[in-house]
Each structure stands twice: as C-alpha cells, then as structure tokens.
C-alpha cells in the first residue's frame, strides 16, 4: 500500500509563485518517475511536468521557464515549484508516483488526492 499527501495548494495574485509537495509513504523500495498533472473545470487532465530516476525533466510546453520539478529521494518526495503563475494555471494539481514496493513485490501507480491551485487577482 503506499499513500501520497499533497500540500502547497490555495490561492495566489497572478504573477505570484507557489510550491507543491507530495511525499510517498508506505512499504517502498523505490521510485521511478515522479511527475505533476492537473486538471482544469471542464477540461481533460494533462501532464505538468515530469522527472525520471535519472533525474530528467519535461514540461509541458505552457509552463516551461516557469515551473520547476525537482525530487528529494531521501523523503520520497517530489516538488513543483511555480512561478510568475497565470489565471490558466488554476487548476486541480495531482501527484503521481511509479513506486515499486516491498511487499507485496509490485509496481504501483500511485496518485495523489489532488490540491487546489487557484491563481485569481
């Protein structure tokens, strides 16, 4: 079983920055990739951004230059930072994490609960 806890979320001026964290708990051996979606009302969830064991990244193209996905392997976790945010970044943003965990022996796809980014003046 491995959970995922989102935190950072709320509500931020245009032109402003957050932070979003989701660490990975549970009976884990390791972590794949680690990536950052969202889904606005109405529309389909898309990919953020995304960062592989190795360490590489990708964006989606309307946040490149302004979000930065970084790891912390050691807390299991995984961060977005997001800056110089815009009213079309509002969205619910979601964690996924590719966990192989120990017991059972197992790949997981794991996702988090969703956090609330509103960017509104």
């Known amino acids: 079983q491995v959970q995922l806890v989102e935190s950072g979320g709320g509500l931020v001026q245009p032109g402003g920055s957050l932070r979003l964290s989701c660490a990975a708990s549970?009976?884990?051996?390791?972590?794949?990739?680690m990536g950052w979606y969202r889904q606005a009302p109405g529309k389909e969830r898309e990919l953020v951004a995304r960062i592989t064991g190795g360490s590489t990244t990708n964006y989606a193209d309307s946040v490149k230059g302004r979000f930065t996905i970084s790891r912390d392997n050691a807390k299991n976790t995984v961060y977005l930072q997001m800056n110089s945010l815009k009213p079309e970044d509002t969205a619910v943003y979601y964690c996924?994490?590719?966990?192989?965990?120990?017991?059972?022996?197992?790949?997981?796809?794991?996702w988090g609960q969703g956090t609330l980014v509103t960017v509104s003046s």
């Open positions: 996924n994490q590719v966990v192989f965990t120990a017991a059972p022996l197992r790949t997981v796809n794991a």
């Open positions: 549970g009976s884990i051996l390791s972590i794949n990739a």
